[in-house]
């Protein structure tokens, strides 16, 4: 019965994230700040639907705080930035990885898999692939009496397909479109009698990567950095109403040194930055959020594409809360004769814009064309994280391994 409860629960958060305006508490002004009702600073958390499109499911940068925007590239690219694609050592590689979602809180039933993989056409350009599935397990659904209807199984997932090519020899660009589809509750009724529908959409990232060499008194090091502006595409909506929300569209920027000090001993140090390229929620009142007075939020009435743009300016204490709108991922990775690697990572978000702030670790091995990745993530504040605890691991296989003309 906890568990059913647990479930139903998520559920719920989950359609509340893809259906309402805002989860944040109204906020109050003081001397031309915001405060939430306690005195505390406005928590204002930028809200989307279909927030498992930005889940990291790679166990390689899910060790190093989730930094993995400028890290060497693996199949895994699909997600971060798919220009690096070009830039693998291996012709073809294919990861596999299983997320547990929720573990700590006694679902067995709810887990991320990502399957990835590309292939290099030529020295000048790769193809890659994804695909994303997200299972909330089964579930009770009933009425609002609380009588039990039928059961369902919410799930989403994401079909992705990139092309990546050099326009230098230092510098890519890349291209991914994304076929999301969401379900959550189809068939079910909301209390006013509409339907629930599946939510689908459709979205684009556009990637660069940017590499070069740098000069070391002992060794050999070269430095990557990349640019990756993801799931820029459609609202979607899970009823016929106008009122569509957001996908997670997001700007990243990572840089990432790697040092190579002997034929055995490597170091690489990676950081990204992030932002939610969506409007910043109006935390005040309903009046100030609804100007123009026809039932709905004005943050949310923008195209895809003025949402953008305004989400770099439109935070309601200015600049300053701009800065704490960003996410920060520092990451380690040091490998051993490139067949065993140990990472550590940090990952900080501020208070008020979701306050997620984690370290993880992590270890990796490889032995001729098999890959094996896992990471561990340990929360350093009281709130609580779907991934507390919890152990992921990847699988990769680099077929470039094999020499098929033998």
């Known amino acids: 019965m906890k568990k059913l409860l647990l479930k139903t629960t998520l559920i719920a958060v989950m359609a509340l994230l893809a259906s309402t305006a805002s989860i944040n508490a109204q906020c109050f002004e003081r001397d031309?700040?915001?405060?939430?009702?306690?005195?505390?600073?406005?928590?204002?958390?930028?809200?989307?639907?279909?927030p498992f499109l930005r889940i990291v499911s790679d166990a390689r940068s899910g060790a190093m705080g989730d930094a993995g925007i400028a890290?060497?590239?693996d199949a895994n690219a699909m997600h971060f930035n798919a220009s690096k694609l070009v830039f693998a050592e291996e012709d073809m590689s294919v990861s596999a990885t299983y997320t547990p979602w929720l573990r700590s809180l006694g679902l067995n039933d709810v887990y991320l898999a990502y399957l990835t993989g590309y292939k290099k056409i030529d020295d000048l350009q790769a193809i890659g692939f994804g695909l994303r599935y997200f299972s909330l397990g089964q579930i009770q659904f009933t009425d609002i009496n609380g009588e039990a209807l039928n059961t369902g199984k919410p799930n989403e997932f994401e079909v992705a397909v990139a092309y990546s090519r050099k326009l230098t020899d230092r510098f890519s660009a890349g291209i991914t479109g994304k076929f999301i589809y969401s379900n959550l509750a189809s068939g079910q009724q909301l209390d006013g009698g509409e339907v629930i529908s599946a939510g689908v959409a459709g979205a684009a990232d556009i990637s660069f990567t940017y590499e070069t060499p740098i000069e070391m008194q002992n060794g050999e090091s070269d430095l990557r950095i990349g640019l990756a502006l993801s799931n820029i595409g459609s609202k979607i909506t899970y009823t016929k109403s106008i009122d569509r929300d957001y996908l997670p569209a997001n700007f990243g920027l990572g840089a990432a040194w790697e040092m190579q000090f002997d034929e055995y001993n490597s170091l690489t140090i990676a950081g990204d930055v992030n932002k939610l390229m969506v409007p910043t929620p109006c935390p005040t009142t309903a009046a100030d959020c609804d100007q123009d007075q026809n039932g709905r939020s004005d943050f949310k009435e923008y195209s895809p594409v003025a949402g953008i743009f305004r989400s770099f300016g439109d935070a309601p204490e200015g600049f300053s809360e701009e800065l704490r709108e960003l996410m920060y991922s520092l990451g380690l990775e040091y490998w051993y004769d490139k067949q065993f690697a140990v990472r550590a990572g940090y990952f900080a978000e501020h208070s008020t814009k979701g306050g997620r702030q984690f370290f993880t670790v992590g270890l990796g091995l490889k032995y001729n064309v098999f890959g094996m990745n896992f990471s561990y993530l340990v929360p350093t504040t009281n709130q609580r994280n779907p991934l507390d605890n919890t152990l992921r691991f990847s699988l990769l296989f680099d077929f470039g391994e094999y020499d098929f003309d033998e």
């Not at 031309?32 to 279909?50: E, H, I, Q, R, Y």
């Open 32 to 50: 031309g700040k915001l405060f939430n009702p306690d005195g505390t600073s406005c928590t204002n958390t930028v809200v989307t639907a279909v």
């Open 71 to 73: 890290i060497s590239a």
